[in-house]
């Protein structure tokens, strides 16, 4: 292979922005991709969700990466002709008196605003939330891609890459903490879904409640996800499908049956932040990784962020930059 420009490795979530914004920009690039066997993107219900976790949590930086990333995707359902981006609403039920009060104590500060539109019995609203639909968007930009001679397939030996391009950026997902920057401190978590048949749900809402229900068409929904920390192989669990099963059917009060149970491993930093940036020791090469479960919010910023780094030389967010991590294992600086 030779190409005088950036050769980006891996198109999930993370290369296929990253392609997307490199090609808007102007800059010459090319990628080679092994396949999506592995890739989380595959198993992403490509949930925006504006609030999270048992302390009602806003989104890091939401308010602000919301614009950029609505239209990158909406730019990108245009050009490839398939439909991506759908904003919808969550209804979230808690699970503890402790749960409900946190929150109502956040309403009340105003910490939330403006996504919790209703606090019920049970449940709150939470909006606007969003969903792209990621394996939609990977399979139309390889398509376009491979005929247009820009895609490879083929899986990329770190150590027999040579130096053909200016830029190499490893787009590799969970396999970027094997490759040549594995010496980095990064947090691996297993995570499980479930495609199921469930009618006549309302397609604008996603019920969740410890686990989320996403509608999706044809009468289908995604029940997800699990999350264990630390654990690094790709076996679908059946402890994982009777606790998302379970969650499924009494959020909706149908009787399911998966048709379809995925795996994935989330890659993040050990401070949760996503990193890119230039390899410390070979400027040659970079990356755009450590997505965590929130890839669909921050990878059109960061593909931004290369893009402007290429052509004009600008610095990276240090908040996101791969300076402040030490590669070493012993965290951040
Ligand atoms: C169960 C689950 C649910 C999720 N739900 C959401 C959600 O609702 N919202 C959200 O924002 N995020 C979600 N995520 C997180 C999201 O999936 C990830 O943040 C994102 O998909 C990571 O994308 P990536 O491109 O970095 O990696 P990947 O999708 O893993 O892509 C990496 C690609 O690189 C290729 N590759 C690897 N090594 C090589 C090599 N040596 N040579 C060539 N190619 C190579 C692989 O084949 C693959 O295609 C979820 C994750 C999981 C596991």
Request: net charge positive; with cysteine; glycine share 12%.
């Amino acid at each position: 292979m030779n190409h005088p420009g950036v050769l980006i490795v891996g198109q999930g979530l993370a290369g296929t922005v990253l392609g997307w914004t490199l090609e808007q920009a102007g800059i010459d690039w090319a990628m080679i991709d092994a396949g999506h066997a592995t890739a989380a993107s595959r198993v992403a219900a490509g949930i925006i969700n504006p609030v999270t976790g048992q302390r009602w949590v806003k989104t890091w930086r939401i308010e602000e990466l919301w614009p950029e990333t609505r239209s990158l995707y909406q730019g990108m359902e245009r050009a490839l002709g398939v439909p991506l981006w759908r904003e919808i609403k969550i209804r979230r039920y808690w699970r503890t008196d402790k749960e409900r009060r946190v929150l109502q104590a956040k309403c009340d500060r105003g910490v939330l605003a403006p996504y919790v539109e209703s606090v019920n019995t049970d449940h709150c609203v939470l909006a606007p939330a969003a969903q792209v639909d990621v394996p939609a968007m990977l399979g139309a930009a390889r398509q376009r891609w491979q005929a247009e001679g820009r895609l490879t397939v083929g899986q990329v030996a770190w150590g027999k890459l040579g130096q053909n391009h200016s830029l190499v950026i490893d787009c590799t997902g969970a396999a970027a903490r094997h490759g040549l920057f594995a010496a980095w401190p990064w947090a691996i978590s297993k995570g499980e879904v479930l495609r199921v048949h469930a009618p006549d749900l309302d397609p604008g809402i996603i019920l969740h409640r410890g686990h989320w229900l996403l509608p999706v068409a044809r009468g289908d929904a995604w029940v997800g996800a699990t999350h264990e920390p630390g654990v690094d192989d790709t076996a679908p669990t059946a402890v994982a499908r009777d606790a998302l099963l379970a969650s499924g059917q009494r959020l909706t009060g149908l009787n399911l049956a998966p048709t379809e149970h995925l795996v994935g491993l989330r890659l993040a930093a050990d401070d949760k932040r996503p990193v890119i940036g230039r390899h410390s020791g070979s400027s040659g090469y970079g990356i755009l990784a450590g997505l965590g479960s929130k890839g669909v919010l921050y990878a059109p910023w960061l593909a931004r962020q290369w893009a402007e780094h290429i052509l004009l030389g600008s610095a990276f967010d240090s908040t996101v930059d791969i300076l402040r991590l030490n590669p070493d294992n012993s965290g951040p600086r």
